[in-house]
């Protein structure tokens, strides 16, 4: 069974409209990242957050809220969506930067187009 | 950026061919990652490389760290169609993986 789930998988939202991403994590892991990936891009850093109740901000934050009620849930909020948001957006998993690395875990991705 | 590239990079091969895909970074880095990005999935880890690590081997896969040009390399021995795949690098800074462009490998039968 997969170990990071995203919903929803697709979304058409409307300009100046809400939209909340979701992110469950089985893996039980402290740290939780947001990506969003553009055709022919690699990934860019959204939020992070290290534990329940934490959330930071990544990259390219402008646009974007981010909720970690649990240790298991991630959430990216656009509170007033703008077509430069259309992308595929990627939650990740990985466990605390012990020793030299680890390892992220991704979930499948939510393709998000706003019109 | 961390990297010199900025768009994704495009290679396509015949099926038995060896690959090599090169990725240069800017700032220190104790390890260099590489993952794979099967078409509509997320990104998955295939090896992972070290500072005192100048080669690691995994099956068909081989990757180089070379910390003094600050540049990695992974190698595909006889590509398989099932190698069709986008490949990226990343590097540790601040705990946070950076990531590369990436390359779009495609493998012709």
């Known amino acids: 069974e997969a170990a990071v789930t995203q919903s929803p998988r697709n979304k058409v939202a409307v300009t100046g409209g809400k939209v909340t991403l979701s992110c469950n994590q089985t893996?039980?892991?402290?740290?939780m990242y947001w990506y969003r990936q553009d055709t022919g891009h690699g990934l860019r850093l959204i939020h992070y957050?290290?534990?329940?109740?934490?959330?930071e901000k990544g990259d390219i934050p402008d646009g974007y809220k981010a909720s970690r009620p649990s240790q298991e849930n991630f959430s990216l909020i656009l509170e007033l969506a703008t077509p430069s948001q259309t992308s595929v957006y990627f939650c990740?998993?990985?466990?605390?930067?012990?020793?030299?690395?680890?390892?992220?875990?991704f979930g499948p991705g939510t393709r998000l187009t706003v019109l | 950026s961390q990297w010199g590239e900025e768009n994704l990079q495009a290679l396509s091969i015949q099926e038995g061919e060896d690959v090599t895909m090169n990725c240069s970074y800017k700032?220190?880095?104790?390890?260099v990652h590489w993952y794979r990005q099967d078409s509509g999935r997320g990104p998955a880890l295939i090896i992972l490389?070290?500072?005192n690590e100048r080669e690691k081997r995994s099956g068909r896969l081989r990757a180089t760290l070379d910390t003094s040009s600050q540049s990695s390399s992974l190698s595909i021995t006889a590509a398989q169609c099932e190698d069709t795949a986008v490949y990226f690098c990343?590097?540790?800074?601040?705990?946070?993986?950076?990531w590369g462009s990436g390359t779009k490998l495609i493998i012709k039968p």
């Open positions: 957050s290290y534990g329940a109740g934490s959330t």
């Open positions: 990343a590097t540790d800074s601040n705990y946070q993986l950076i």
């Open positions: 490389i070290r500072s």
């Open positions: 990740a998993s990985g466990g605390d930067w012990g020793g030299n690395s680890y390892e992220q875990y």
């Open positions: 893996n039980n892991h402290n740290n």
């Open positions: 700032t220190y880095t104790t390890v």
